[in-house]
């Protein structure tokens, strides 16, 4: 079973229904038995880095996310459930995050009239290193983002993808069995149900 936390925060219903099109048995849950129990854990986001940290403590979340992204079964943070995974972000901030991977969350700069803010739009992966939720994503696929603020992990061996938006910016995280991308899977098409395939084989125990 794969536990979608609920905390209020993200298209929790989109991408649930995107797990179970790949095969997933998911459970959109704030119960954390639950979360303990699953075989897998999803960390969506949307809106404010501090809103989203603000629902998790009150929920009373903060513990069994951090339990489940160190436990090394497979996890997966998506957009702000990404971004909250790193030690603080800038946004209406400093705001400390979770501290499990390292780095900050910076706000985009516009430098010129074409860049707007938020980016939002289709966007082109870079592989930087080819993790098994990677599988059958094409280097230069191109995925969805929609954001303000970009990761800038403070080590370089944690970046699995980059995109670049006027600066580079780690467009997917990759350590262990916690993966994280800052582009939306369920908005994605083939390359984002591939990758949900992929987790989905990794929570039954398969190499994708």
């Not at 794969?2 to 991408?15: C, E, F, K, Q, T």
């Not at 780690?170 to 939306?184: D, M, S």
Request: aromatic share 8%; hydrophobic share 45%; proline share 6%.
């Amino acid at each position: 079973m794969i536990a979608v936390v609920d905390y209020g925060m993200g298209n929790l219903r989109s991408v649930a229904k995107a797990l179970e099109r790949v095969g997933g048995e998911v459970a959109v849950t704030a119960d954390h038995v639950l979360i303990d129990d699953a075989d897998a854990v999803v960390l969506p986001g949307v809106g404010a880095f501090g809103r989203c940290m603000e629902n998790l403590l009150a929920a009373g979340l903060e513990d069994p996310v951090r339990k489940a992204a160190k436990s090394g079964k497979p996890f997966l943070g998506i957009c702000v459930g990404m971004q909250i995974l790193f030690d603080e972000s800038e946004e209406f901030g400093p705001v400390r995050g979770l501290g499990i991977l390292p780095g900050k969350v910076r706000r985009f700069v516009p430098r010129d009239g074409a860049r707007k803010i938020p980016h939002m739009g289709w966007n082109t992966l870079r592989i930087d290193n080819r993790t098994p939720m990677l599988r059958g994503v094409a280097d230069g696929a191109h995925v969805y983002f929609v954001h303000s603020y970009y990761v800038a992990a403070a080590e370089p061996s944690i970046v699995a993808a980059t995109a670049t938006y006027g600066v580079p910016f780690a467009a997917c995280a990759a350590r262990g069995n916690l993966f994280a991308t800052q582009w939306h899977p369920e908005k994605s098409q083939k390359v984002g149900l591939k990758l949900l395939a992929n987790f989905v084989a990794l929570s039954k125990g398969v190499e994708p």
